[in-house]
């Protein structure tokens, strides 16, 4: 029987003026962005924390904390590409990956294949093992009443041995 972990990864983040919108390594046309200390990019931010939690390895903010100015501006996807190769390096593989973004703008639908294929050319999957789907939270709490955008991630490791 192969090996196998779960891991779950969650990140929100405030919209504010000034900031690019990006989600899954895709800039998206929006007049507010996600603020954060590095591009804010939370589907990222929770698939990265999955794949932490799945090999018990922490969160990403023991690895890229806020207070690390190496940090400031950081693109999420690089960070994503580091987190890949220290499950690589423990001897594990993605199998896939299935996450949701909750915002109530802006329409996520026409960015989704490409978020898919930005996450999956990093992670080096293809990218139909690679799940992004988009709700909104019916004008529910902070999501609803679009003060900021959050994400949830699960994924599955595979062991390579």
């Keep these: 029987m192969t ?3 779960i891991g779950n990864g969650y990140d929100i983040h405030r919209l504010g003026v000034d900031r690019p919108l990006i989600l ?6 929006h007049p507010l962005g996600l603020v954060g200390h590095s591009d804010a990019d939370v ?5 990265m924390d999955a794949l932490l939690g799945a090999l018990s390895l922490g969160d990403i903010g023991h690895y890229f904390p806020p207070t690390d100015p190496q940090w400031a501006g ?3 996807l690089k ?4 987190v890949n190769q220290l499950i690589d390096s423990k001897g594990w593989q993605v199998g896939n990956v299935d996450s ?6 802006p329409k996520l639908k026409p960015h989704i294949e490409a978020m898919r294929s930005q996450l999956a050319a990093v992670l080096g999957i293809a990218p139909d093992q690679v799940g992004v789907k988009a709700t909104t939270n ?10 900021g955008i959050a994400a949830y991630a699960v994924v599955l490791l595979v062991s390579k041995v």
């Design 3 to 5: 090996a196998i972990r």
């Design 24 to 29: 899954g390594g895709v800039t998206i046309p």
């Design 43 to 47: 589907l990222t931010h929770a698939i």
């Design 74 to 76: 950081a693109d999420s």
């Design 79 to 82: 960070l994503l590409q580091q």
């Design 100 to 105: 949701v973004v909750v915002a109530e703008q």
């Design 138 to 147: 019916e004008k529910l709490g902070p999501t609803g009443r679009e003060e």
